[in-house]
């Protein structure tokens, strides 16, 4: 799965290769599915939740 469009409550860089879901799995990412995307939990910093619009 590829993620189309990123929108971020902080700002955070991500390359190509982390749009894909796998690649964010294996850097340690939590995707929780939710109704109109996937929601992006970063387990080194609880504070970062992206919310992801595909």
């Known amino acids: 799965m590829v993620i189309q469009r990123l929108e971020f409550k902080q700002k955070r860089q991500f390359d190509k ?3 894909i879901r796998s690649e964010l799995e294996k ?7 939710i109704k109109g995307g996937t929601r992006i939990l970063d387990t080194n910093d609880n504070n970062l939740i992206y919310t992801v619009l595909l």
């Open 27 to 33: 850097k340690g990412y939590i995707l929780e599915d």
């Open 17 to 19: 290769s982390d749009l």
